[in-house]
């Protein structure tokens, strides 16, 4: 049989090896075992699995090694379930085996993800005597890696009597592939302090943890290994590296390996453009595919929805449009995971909720990453009712949320103050344990946005390890709930811990020193904030144009509005509405003016502004004027600009127009603007007015204080006491009572209680 040999290794092709097999028929020797066996191996190999199989069943009394092959033969071809089935059967046959069947055996075990099967070939191992054979613990190593039982394989590993680099790479990649890259890389400090000459497997692996680590140096160093050692980086290592340092934010470095790679396949490409994504460079990763797509280089899955995130991103519609086509001309599914997620999430970002809806009904087995990009722009896009709606639907399919869903419904619950709903969401996650700090941060802002700021401050309490979100998110739902002067205490806290602080975490102090009008406090925050070298941009510029102009201070207002690079209309407005309420109208004019030169349209919440301070200034034409104005401007008045125009006229004593203003309205009139023409009837003295309209002002229903207050003192002004008594009672019939007026003032810096 031995002359035979150079022939098996010679066959090329199924056809040449059915000739040698019909030479050793005709010679004799079909029933020789290792004739047999490298038939056997020789067909698996050529991919004629049911051959080796049938030469398998048709030899009489195979031994352990025939067995050991043919099994090995099924897991080189996928057939995990099969190889399982075959050793089984070899063991109701043969009273031995040998070592060389377990390493196959465990492969297969590793695939199919039975741990029961594996702990029961591992006792049949320590049974025949085999755990020492270092193949047969390589492969124990791996199979209680793959499977997640990482301390197992750890507990193997440290048993070993000899490690060789295969045991190394297998137990650091098992700690990678499970999340646990710290203890990867601490085994991988340890291989190298061992001076074990380190192979490719195990440079793989402390790459991609330095990668989901971030660690930026420690990955430069292993990068520096590779080129020292004149380790050859093949696609894995090249596409690895890459992914390492767009993770740690280096695109520089990146893009130096990518344009040096030599044979750039898919892998390579694709993995330059997601570091483009992660960074933020999204118009860098649209041109890198438009280039891998005219250097012929075939895109797979991972890349389009790399390139559908880019679209997304960048809200180009017509360019994920356009990928969309490229996927179904290709005869892609586009109900596949990745694909339907990442068009659902392109068309969710850019608003196009119907055809977002439309590709996630024709996906047939919709991932809980579609949902939640569906439920997600439901929310974004103020659909809150269809998201809560959806999240049901979802439920009841027998899905069951993640974190990322229960954020997104608790977002909607919040938004249309739905605490009932948010409060079975809260259950839900007590029951099931999933409450992370994603979700509980989602709780603190939900109950904050219902107006149940205790609920939020109980769970920011029980809060072990509070990031710097769970404290902006509790600083911002203190404000929202009138609590400013608690958010500031939080700021302090923060400040005093030396606790991590961003952008947001000084824009909700800001905020929270303008809604009381705490212009020391502001001016200090203001300090700490450049301090700590935050970021100016224009949401804190604008936030301290706002605090200093509602705090009085309108030199420094203006000082930070003129050195912002970027100005938006609410940057204006705050600059605007500054001026308007200090009574300085020729500037907040002229500023109005120069916004319209600069080539920002005004908008609805600015006509208002100049509208109320030219109401209180008295500037009667210029109030016209800029009422007029919306109309050239396509701006459909409302509510708040006629009660301005009715204060403004009523203010100067032309009732008779302020009431023709009302009358002529489009919509009914509200308090605010009946409240209005009263008060210019009580400093004009015209009761004439307020006796033809008495009949109206009686049938108002409203808890607004200020106006019944307002209209009981006109009676009592005029002599109707009969009329002002009336008033108050209505006022006691509704449970309502006079709020007290006051004022803020600083005490040695500070705002006293």
């Known amino acids: 049989m031995i002359q035979y040999m150079p022939l098996f290794r010679a066959c090329s092709s199924s056809r040449s090896v059915a000739q040698l097999h019909a030479h050793l028929v005709i010679n004799g020797l079909r029933k020789d075992p290792l004739a047999s066996t490298k038939l056997i191996e020789s067909y698996s190999q050529m991919g004629s699995l049911e051959t080796s199989r049938l030469v398998f069943d048709t030899f ?14 099924h897991v080189w071809n996928s057939c995990y379930q099969e190889a399982i089935s075959l050793y089984h059967s070899m063991l109701c046959q043969l009273s031995k085996t040998n070592s060389f069947i377990y390493p196959s055996v465990l492969r297969a075990i590793s695939a199919i993800g039975d741990l029961g099967i594996g702990g029961k070939v591992h006792g049949r191992i320590l049974k025949c005597g085999f755990e020492s054979d270092p193949f047969v613990e390589t492969a124990l190593l791996s199979m209680y890696g793959e499977l997640g039982w990482t301390d197992y394989a750890r507990k193997l590993f440290d048993e070993m009597s000899e490690k060789d680099i295969v045991s190394w790479s297998s137990i650091i990649s098992s700690y990678v592939r499970n999340g646990q890259t710290k203890e990867g890389l601490e085994i991988f400090g340890d291989l190298v302090r061992e001076g074990v000459e380190i192979d490719s497997v195990a440079l793989l692996s402390a790459v991609e943890a330095c ?7 420690l990955g430069k160093s292993v990068h520096g290994y590779i080129l020292t050692k004149g380790i050859p980086s093949d696609g894995s290592l ?3 590296l890459v992914a390492m340092y767009g993770k740690c934010g280096d695109t520089c470095s990146a893009e130096l390996i990518f344009h040096t790679a030599v044979d750039k396949s898919t892998y390579t490409w694709t993995a330059m453009i997601s570091c483009y994504n992660q960074n933020g460079c999204y118009h860098e990763a649209l041109a890198l595919f438009v280039k891998m797509h005219e250097s012929d280089v075939e895109c797979n899955e991972v890349t389009l929805m790399a390139v559908l995130c880019s679209c997304a991103r960048l809200g180009w519609l017509e360019e994920g449009k356009s990928i969309h086509g490229f996927i179904f001309r290709n005869a892609l599914d586009c109900g596949d995971d990745l694909l339907g997620s990442a068009l659902v999430d392109l068309y969710a970002n850019c608003g196009k909720l119907s055809d977002c809806h439309k590709v996630f009904g024709s996906s047939q087995d919709r991932h809980i990453v579609s949902w939640n990009m569906l439920i997600s722009g439901y929310v974004q896009e103020g659909f809150s009712e269809k998201a809560l709606t959806l999240f049901v639907d979802m439920v009841r399919k027998g899905i069951l949320p993640d974190s990322y869903t229960l954020a997104s419904v608790l977002s909607a619950s919040g938004y249309i103050g739905f605490s009932e709903f948010g409060c079975q969401i809260h259950s839900h996650v007590i029951k099931t344990g999933f409450s992370t700090e994603f979700v509980q941060n989602s709780l603190i802002d939900m109950y904050s946005k219902c107006g149940l700021v205790d609920y939020a401050l109980m769970i920011f ?20 709930n009138g609590l400013s ?3 500031i205490g939080l700021f302090d806290e923060i400040y005093s811990n030396l606790s991590k602080m961003d952008e947001v975490t000084f824009l909700a102090a800001i905020q929270a020193c303008s809604t009381i009008g705490w212009l020391e406090k502001g001016k200090w925050v203001h300090h700490k904030l450049i301090i700590f070298g935050v970021r100016h941009d224009m949401y804190i510029d604008t936030a301290l144009t706002d605090m200093y102009a509602k705090c009085g201070d309108l030199w420094m207002a203006r000082r930070v509005f003129d050195t912002m690079l970027e100005r938006s209309i609410i940057s204006w407005s705050a600059m605007i509405g500054g001026y308007g ?18 080539g920002v349209k005004p908008n609805d919440i600015i006509i208002t502004n100049i509208l109320s301070a030219c109401s209180h200034a008295g500037y009667l034409d210029e109030g016209k004027y800029f009422f007029n104005l919306m109309i050239y401007l396509s701006i459909e008045p409302k509510p708040e600009h006629f009660a301005c125009l009715v204060d403004l006229l009523s203010r100067a004593g032309d009732i008779d127009k302020a009431y023709e203003v009302i009358t002529s309205m489009p919509f009914p009139a509200d308090v605010s603007i009946w409240g209005a023409l009263i008060n210019g009837c009580r400093i004009h003295k015209r009761m004439d007015i307020i006796k033809m309209i008495q009949q109206r002002l009686e049938n108002m229903q409203t808890d607004d204080t200020g106006y019944y207050t307002l209209l009981s003192n006109i009676y009592a002004e005029g002599g109707e006491w009969k009329e002002c008594r009336m008033v108050r009672s209505k006022m006691r019939s509704l449970g309502l009572r006079k709020v007290d007026g006051y004022s803020m003032i600083e005490v040695e810096k500070r705002i006293p209680v």
């Open 581 to 598: 309420v200090h009574g300085q109208i020729d500037n907040a004019i002229s500023l109005f003016h120069e916004m319209v030169k600069s």
């Open 211 to 217: 990668g989901e680590l971030g660690v930026w140096r």
């Open 461 to 480: 309490k029980d809060t072990q390890e509070r990031s710097v979100v769970t404290w902006n998110s509790m600083m911002c739902g203190l404000t929202q």
């Open 60 to 73: 009489p009394n195979p031994d352990s090694f025939m067995w050991g092959v043919i099994i090995k033969c």
């Open 238 to 240: 090249t596409n690895s």
């Open 485 to 487: 002067r608690e958010a």
